[in-house]
């Protein structure tokens, strides 16, 4: 890492990774819009391919800018090294893919994105891979789920569709002494709000479709690295331990040490895998990461605000926002959170289903979208959407019943989000 640790946030969002262009001077972080980079010499490509030199060879592996995006993320988040990669969804299997085998199981919180869900009790399972869900405010049950064939535990920071936030610290020790990472998903939280590997988490993976980026232009997805997790302490973990076949018996954690699993991640998981971003993308990232505490504060602002709002109108039955005094989370939010619960909550309206329905359809400014973290104020029907594969009883744990609706909150002029609800509200409830 090239930067002093001593920078505040501030400073790092800004110029984590980057330095002006050696060939040009050009101080903005050039989008290298190339797929290959040409090798000094025929040894030079040997020691790249070998894992002997790092340097760039195909952008399917590497890229520079890709490279920048990779190097402020991991500085962000305290990590040793990030891979990013081409969604959130593709993060999530790159985390996951070094660590499983057939037969393996993850432990996963009931509080997840809607996708994160399908693709944890559904589609892994075509790798032989599976997960068991528990609720993780009860440590008891979480620590009673791990078997010998676990080999990870996968959370939220503050959770998606909103009202829920981890106790990192707490999951971290239940992780801890069964000798397995855990995989913090810190998409709706951001760096800003929570530094997940400095409350005890191994990997962090983010969808940087959403507040990295910040105003809905890209898809991206990105895995950090804390480099603190012994992969060699058991014989859990053999594609990090044991000899890579793929790379004339290299064993990647003896090798690389704490870069371990950013190495394997970029070398077998991105060769392999292909789930690679593209240097548009990650422009458009680095865009969106420059601001992403101004957004932030104004996003928690506005959220606290819109929440407050709601939670006295007598159209709405209740607000879920772990910002919110009302709320179970208030404490936790506060102690674990101090800068804020984030911008993302439900409220259930008074009418069920029906009235949703009418909601979504009559607002003007909030935009009826399946994203998050965009500057602009979104909503969503998550029963009829986004969690709309899941069960009832899937939906309810997941904060996600039929008369509620998800706000991602925007940075706009509060005062004229709340009077978009109120029209809304009142032709919803008439
Ligand atoms: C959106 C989202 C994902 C999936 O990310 P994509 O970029 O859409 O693939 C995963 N986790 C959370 C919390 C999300 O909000």
Redesign the pocket.
């Not at 969604?87 to 593709?90: F, K, Q």
């Given at each position: 890492m090239t930067e002093a640790p001593t920078y505040g946030f501030d400073t790092l969002q800004i110029h984590a990774g980057a330095k002006p262009d050696p060939a040009t001077g050009a101080r903005q972080t050039p989008i290298y819009q190339t797929t290959a980079y040409v090798f000094r010499d025929a040894d030079h490509a040997a020691a790249l391919f070998n894992l002997q030199e790092v340097g760039f060879i195909y952008s399917r592996l590497t890229n520079p800018t890709v490279a920048v995006l990779q190097e402020r993320i991991a500085t962000l988040e305290g990590g040793v090294g990030a891979v990013c990669c081409s969604?959130?969804?593709?993060a999530?299997i790159m985390a996951l893919f070094p660590l499983m085998q057939p037969g393996c199981n993850v432990v996963a919180s009931t509080r997840l994105?809607g996708?994160?869900v399908t693709q944890l009790s559904n589609t892994i399972k075509r790798f032989g891979w599976s997960a068991t869900f528990v609720d993780t405010d009860d440590l008891d049950a979480v620590a009673a789920a791990i078997d010998e064939n676990t080999r990870a535990i996968f959370c939220?920071s503050i959770a998606?569709p909103g009202g829920y936030v981890t106790d990192i610290r707490a999951l971290a020790d239940v992780a801890d002494a069964a000798g397995i990472p855990l995989i913090v998903?810190n998409?709706?939280a951001t760096p800003y709000l929570c530094r997940p590997i400095e409350q005890g988490a191994t990997l962090v993976v983010h969808?940087t479709?959403?507040y990295l980026t910040g105003n809905g232009t890209v898809?991206?997805?990105c895995v950090v690295d804390s480099g603190n997790f012994d992969w060699s302490a058991s014989d859990k973990f053999p594609s990090l331990s044991e000899p890579e076949s793929a790379y004339h018996g290299l064993k990647f954690h003896e090798t690389f040490g704490g870069l371990a699993f950013t190495f394997h991640g970029i070398a077998i998981g991105l060769r392999d895998l292909g789930m690679t971003m593209n240097p548009q993308g990650a422009h458009y990232t680095l865009m969106g990461i420059e601001t992403l505490s101004l957004r932030m504060q104004r996003h928690v602002e506005n959220a606290e605000t819109v929440a407050a709002w709601l939670e006295n109108d007598p159209r709405v039955d209740y607000v879920t926002y772990a910002g919110l005094p009302s709320s179970p989370y208030y404490d936790r939010a506060k102690s674990c959170y101090p800068k804020g619960a984030g911008g993302l909550f439900t409220f259930a309206v008074k009418g069920g289903y029906d009235a949703c329905v009418k909601l979504v359809n009559s607002l003007e400014i909030f935009s009826h979208v399946a994203n998050?973290g965009d500057t602009r104020s979104l909503i969503i029907h998550s029963a009829s959407t986004t969690h709309r594969q899941l069960s009832p009883e899937q939906q309810e744990a997941a904060g996600a019943g039929a008369n509620v609706v998800r706000l991602s909150i925007g940075i706009e002029d509060p005062k004229d989000l709340i009077a978009d609800l109120d029209q809304a509200l009142a032709k919803a409830s008439s």
């Open positions: 969604s959130g969804h593709a999530q994105y996708g994160t939220e998606n998903d998409t709706s969808s479709t959403k898809t991206g997805g998050l």
